[in-house]
């Protein structure tokens, strides 16, 4: 347990998102936020207009690497097709550790166990491990009624703070027998190849390649607005975002689930930092940082979309909390960050993980501005001077683009897919937006006052579980 709480802190402080803040992180914030202060006393509206044009200039390398998606997206080739590999007979296949953390999963622990018993891969070289609690009586107890196939072993954790998934896995990890190993929720339904489809890129890939990402996808997307919106949002970023990144050579956040390890490598990397919410999100960043590599496959996990909007806010929170621990932790040296991911890694990593904060803070306050221009009649008055009237068309450009490249991605992924019965639902993707800026402020005032606070995602709640992926056909 000490090695599971204190592994990564005791060997690279500076990587671990047990102190929140650089003491001259701190300082500068400090210093921002007064003269911001100050100013604001002065000259309120010269103010806002000020950042609002330095905002524009932050989003333009996030519009752009953006856009190269899209371009990816819309006109590469790379159909599924070419990712098919030749099947790996059974006596060359290593064994492959499947770790689950669960937490108050009672309602769906069988289901759970059905579905990794149905992936295609011989029970014998396939190490189940299912990671629990110890103050979760319930699901302890639903456990012990379950007849287990020989390979599937209970790991009870001792309970100790923090009390978070990272912390969990990391305890269950030197258990695990596997040369690979992969992580999957409570609810999710993995396709039955995925296990070989991602061992074959393994194989296949550079010596360097650490961890290969499984497309995740929702099968309750009928369920209501939340649940269609959730999923545009998943396919873009799944299906469309991460693997054009994968194919531009560029590091990537991981998602929570269904991320394919090199055990090596985890164990090299201390695994995952017990004190980070989005785990999953720091540890793609430590791995590029390392010289390690993390690329996709054409597999899809279906999990299930909360259907209400507490479970959703709470989630979301969670989410972007671990973004911002991510983003101050890595740009603690941002000079080192810069020389070990390269100019490009470099950017990757400010837009995907600062620039979904940012802008998740700043979509509201771009409404704010509008409503004013229009009650005082200024909207479309073009600023005096050639430096205003570069910041104004920069300013045009970057919302007109934004807005695209954000609804085009939704639009091009969800047509791949085949998810006819969503198209409608894009052109609102900007309520959602609103709604996500929602948990962003939440985030930003739980982690100055509950860093460390894993707030559950409750599932087992859509009528659509029992009947599994036909309820998106």
């Given amino acids: ?57 932050l989003f333009v390398p996030v519009i752009a690497i953006r856009l190269l998606a899209l371009c990816d997206l819309a006109f590469g080739r790379h159909s599924p097709a ?27 622990l069988p289901a759970l166990v059905e579905s990794l018993t149905k992936l295609d891969y011989p029970a014998a070289k396939l190490d189940l491990k299912l990671v629990l609690e110890a103050s979760d009586a319930d699901t302890i107890a639903a456990a012990s009624t379950l007849i287990l196939p020989g390979n599937v072993e209970i790991v009870v954790v001792p309970d100790c703070e923090p009390r978070t998934k990272p912390k969990a896995l990391n305890y269950a990890l030197p258990m695990a027998r596997g040369e690979y190993r992969v992580i999957f929720d409570a ?51 799944f299906d469309g975002l991460l693997p054009a990144l ?24 201390c695994a995952w930092d017990p004190f980070n919410v989005t785990e999953d999100a720091d540890l793609g960043t430590r791995l590029a940082r390392h010289g390690y590599m993390c690329g996709t496959i054409d597999s899809t996990t279906y999990e299930e979309a909360p259907i209400r909007f507490p479970v959703w806010l709470r989630q979301r929170t969670r989410w972007l909390k671990g973004y911002i621990q991510t983003w ?17 890694g470099f950017l990757a990593f400010q837009v995907m993980v600062g620039g979904t904060v940012l802008s998740a803070l700043v979509h509201p306050w771009f409404y704010a501005l509008l409503a004013f221009d229009l009650v005082t009649a200024s909207f479309g008055t073009v600023p ?6 570069l910041l104004w068309t920069m300013a045009c450009t ?7 490249v954000g609804l085009g991605t939704g639009l091009i992924a969800i047509r791949r897919r085949g998810y006819a019965f969503l198209m409608r639902e894009v052109p609102l993707m900007p309520i959602y937006w609103l709604l996500v800026s929602v948990a962003a402020y939440r985030a930003l005032a739980q982690f100055i006052t509950a860093p460390f606070k894993w707030e559950k995602t409750e599932h087992g709640l859509s009528p659509s579980r029992a009947a599994g992926l036909s309820s998106i056909v």
């Fill in 187 to 237: 609810e999710d339904r993995p396709e039955r190849d995925q296990l070989r489809k991602a061992l074959a890129a393994f194989r296949d890939g550079p010596p360097n390649l650490a961890c290969v990402q499984g497309r995740l996808n929702l099968y309750n997307a009928r369920e209501n607005w939340l649940t269609r919106h959730f999923t545009i949002e998943y396919t873009a970023l």
């Fill in 82 to 108: 070419e990712h098919r590999h030749a099947r790996i007979p059974d006596a060359d296949l290593p064994i492959y550790t499947v770790l689950v953390a669960l937490y108050r999963e009672a309602k769906v």
């Fill in 328 to 344: 101050l932790v890595h740009m603690r040296r941002p000079l080192r960050l810069w020389w070990e991911l390269g100019p490009a």
């Fill in 246 to 269: 994968d194919r531009m050579g560029l590091p990537f956040p991981l998602g929570g689930t269904s991320n394919h390890f090199r055990i090596s490598a985890l164990r090299w990397l």
């Fill in 1 to 57: 347990m000490r090695g599971a709480v204190e592994g990564l802190h005791a060997r690279a402080p500076e990587q671990s998102a047990r102190s929140r803040f650089a003491p001259w992180q701190l300082a500068l914030i400090c210093a921002v936020l007064a003269v911001l202060l100050a100013a604001l006393l002065v000259e309120p509206l010269g103010v806002v207009r000020f950042v609002s044009y330095l905002l524009v200039v």
């Fill in 384 to 389: 005096e001077g050639a430096l205003g009237v």
């Fill in 398 to 404: 970057s919302l007109v683009l934004g807005y695209a």
